[in-house]
Structures are given as structure tokens and as C-alpha cells.
């Protein structure tokens, strides 16, 4: 399938901690026992400073690698939970991943349907396009969605090349089954009652629509390998394959056990983790749902495809969390005291944000012609002594460096969501030290000579305006 149409590469991301259910059940088991019985395995949770942005960056670097990103024509970001409702949040992305400014954005939302039908689109419009899903969604404390939920992202490339899998067809069945839903004015979704949602909704909204694209593809649900069909109820996925005659080891793990489900990610989540497994000719059919169903049938093709990291990374750098109390006050579930410090006043200017969003959003230094010094920030002058050259800073981005820790401080004075806060100066790999806050930082590990690699996170929030500034971080480069 060479200079054909399709995923060219894929990635994905998930947060290092991973809540343990137990924890869950321990301290909720007082009102609610029958928790007790989901208090197995463990699901995936944002740091205080990550977000669907921030996961969205990191996944779409894991697909991108070291691509040429200025082919790029699209950037789309499908999430029920983007940050803002009034700034578009794939442009924050595509900033920082430093993209021309010539490339379409937009956002994909309102719907768990928002990945796999931003997926279709990108795939029928023969252009090259980045797909990234994201989704940090809140529940309340103690509910069954406390428990199913998972934060994470997932990207894909799709473009003209050797692809990894290509699409035989699509269908979709657009129905408003209102198994959950969510006002604009509310934080946490809600929800109808299983039994109801799996006989009428996934055992009757799916099987039609992948009946309807097997038909089309002519293609009998004995050949199809793999199976990828997000959903929390149990056993949903099992009892779906079988009303469509799909062989029962197509099934994919929902992954459940070990991420929880991901919302508008997950559906290209478990895409990501079956194109890992398939091999060349097999076919996969993606099923999302939501309102209906978006049905997809892929047949596997021989480009690598190959994420740095990819799901199996991801599921492999884990840290287990079971501080429930520290997580509730990460979402703002739990409102905590945070004392006098942490009444600053964080207004972000917007006109010092545009005019330097490539240092900010992008991590862009300068690199002297003259000399071949680099620096950050870039200034007029090369701050080598020896050069000091004017004007003579060419682009030079610093986010896909590593470096070492050449410094570092603990302060348990300064405000911190996660104290102490952590930060001292990097050694870049390949020239320029820069003052940078440290996270994932496990203080047992924390030392001068760590290698360290940039990380988008969330820099502070402004609560009196509603606004999140973002910048980059160094974070310990073996558990990226």
C-alpha cells in the first residue's frame, strides 16, 4: 500500500498515576458499599498540572516523531472536556507543537462520538491531517463514574504515504439515545440506568450500523480481526461481537482494568493499542458510541507506524496512587484552605502571551548564526561573550530536547497544588541552561545529573478571570 491514503503514525499518552479503585471504595464504602465491589485494578489520572491540552500535546508528540510537521494541512481536537468554550483549543496545541501558523484548527465536541467521527472526516478528506482525541472528565466523589472514568489522549496521523491501516469504509447511525449527557453548566456527567443503555442502545445502535458497513465493504464478520469498541458496562463488548457475528477473539481489552475509560479518546486509545498487535492485512472494526455509532473498518498495511511510546509505554510508566483525598483536591472536588500564598493575583497579559506565544507555548530559543550559541530566551544579542552578536537569532526549539538537572530546590514556602515545589536549572542537551519548574518528581529520586526531558503543562491558573497559562516543564526523562 505504498503512497496510499491513511494512518501514517499514531501515539498516545496517559498520566503517570494510576489511582487504585481500593482507595476509591475504602473511603467512599461508608455511604456507598456497593462500591466495594468495582475496587479492583486502577484508572489513570491527570497531575494538577495536566489537562485535555496537555495530554493532547504529548500524545500528538508521540505520533508525530520526528515527521515533517510542516506538511501538516489540519489539527483537530475532539473532547467533551476542552479547557475553553471561547478560545480554540487546537490552536493552543498546534502552538505548541510549533506548526506553521498556516494549517487549519478545529475542535470536535459534544459527543463520546467526537473522536472516531473526527477520525472519519480526516480520512475521507484526503488531506494530511493530525487527529487528536483527549478527555479529563470529573465525576462525583463515590459514584460508579468515579470508578469507570480514566484521563488520557490519543492521536493519529492521516495522510498520503505508507500507511499503517487504511480505510475500506464507514458508516454512521446517528441517534439521540441519551445514555448520558451533560449541561454546559455543569461539572460531572449524568447518567441512565445500564440494563437499559446495553439492550437498547449498544445491542441494537451498533449492530446495525456495523451490519450496514460489513454490507457495504463486502466484507463477512468472520474476517475481522479486531474489534475496538469502548464502553464501561460489562461484558458490552462480548455481547456486541456476538450479535454481529464477529469472532469472539476480535474482542479488544476496553482496558478498564488499567486506564478506565477515556471519553472522546478512548475509542482511538484501543485503535492505538490494536494497530501495536495487528499484523499486515488483518482488519480492524472501530466502533464508536454516543448518540449513535461510528462504524470503521481498517485493513492494516505495512508502514511502521511506530509511536516512541504508544499505549504499551504508557500502560508500563505508572505510578500508583492511592492518596484519594491529594486527588480530589487536584480535580477541585475537595476545596482546600491553600492559605494566604495562594491568593496572588496570576492575571496573564494577553499582549505579552501573543507576542511571545513561541517562547511560552512553544519552547522556541534562538540559535546565533555567527557562533552556533544557543539560548533562551532568544534575545537581541548572543549572550556569548566572545560573539555577542546583534540581531542574529535564527528559531530554535528546545521542547524536543533533554537535558540534566544541574540544580535544583524543594521550596515548601512558595504555593504549590502538589508542595514542595521543585525547580532549579537544566542543562539542555546540545547547548542552553534554563531555570524550569520541575514535576513527576519523586523526591526519593530527585538529584543533580537526572535526565530530564520538556513536558506541556499548566502553569498557573487564574480563577478571578478563568484562565489557564500554560508552559513547559522538565520531568524526569526515564518515566516520560
Known sequence: MANDFGILSFGAY????????????????????????QGKGERAIGNWDEDTITMAVEAARDCLGDTDRGALRQVVLASTTHPFDDRQNATVVATALHLSSALRTSDAAGSLRAGTGALIAALEGRERCLVIASDMRRAKAGSNQEMQYGDGAAAMLVGEGTPVARLLGAHTESVDFVHQYRMGDKDTDYGWEERWIRDEGYLKIVPKAVSVLLGRCGVEPAAVAHFVMPGTLSRVQAAVAKKCGLPETAVRDPLGAVVGDTGAAHALLMLAAALEDAKPGEKILVAGFGEGCDALLLEVGTGSGAARRGVKGALAERREESNYMRWLSFTGTLDLERGMRAEVDKVTAMTVLYRNRDMIEGLVGGKCRACGTVQF??????????????????????????GKVLSYTADGLTYSPDPPTYF???????????????????????????????????KDADPNRGFVRYFWKAAPAARS
Do not use: H
Not at 379 to 399: H, I, M, T
Not at 441 to 453: F, I, Q, T
Open 377 to 402: 530566551p532568544r534575545q537581541r544579542y548572543c549572550v556569548n561573550p566572545e560573539c555577542n552578536a546583534l540581531d542574529s537569532q535564527d528559531d530554535y526549539v528546545f521542547s524536543e530536547r533533554t
Open 14 to 37: 496517559l498520566p503517570r498515576a494510576r489511582m487504585q479503585r481500593k482507595a476509591i471504595a475504602a473511603a467512599n464504602g461508608w455511604f456507598a458499599p456497593g462500591l466495594k465491589g
Open 424 to 458: 532549579g536549572m537544566v542543562q539542555v542537551d546540545g547547548g542552553g541552561r534554563m531555570l524550569m519548574d520541575f514535576t513527576e518528581v519523586e523526591p526519593a529520586s530527585m538529584d543533580v545529573g537526572l535526565p530530564v526531558k520538556m513536558v506541556f503543562r499548566i
